[in-house]
């Protein structure tokens, strides 16, 4: 699969899947999970919306900017959209507060991926 296949399938994943857990938070959970563990799911499904949106774009750039090798931007961003929104989906739906600290691991992934995205491109002409 070509690389640009592969983030645009991977980012519409991530948007079908945001999606749907956007919809059980919504319907499913909301009169069986405390607030504060509500919004954490709620916080999961939007960054990773945000996210699967940012891969359809990065499967745009490779093609746009093949020598800016944006690849590696791409990857961490995806690694990062599944250990953040993952991190605080499992700790809404299980209780285990201490998946909190996952977290910002996920966090720093996608600080990550958007830096190597910007430093692959900054500079480069059309």
Known sequence: MNTDRAFFA???F???TAVAAGAFGAHALKDRIAPELLAAFSTGAR???FHALALLAVAWGVTRWPDARLDLGGWILAAG???FSGSLMLMALTGARWMGAITPIGG???IGGWAVLT???AGRGP
């Open 47 to 49: 960054y990773q919306m």
């Open 10 to 12: 991977v980012g519409s």
């Open 81 to 83: 959209t599944l250990v």
């Open 108 to 110: 720093l992934l996608l």
């Open 14 to 16: 991530l948007a079908g």
């Open 119 to 121: 430093w692959r491109t």
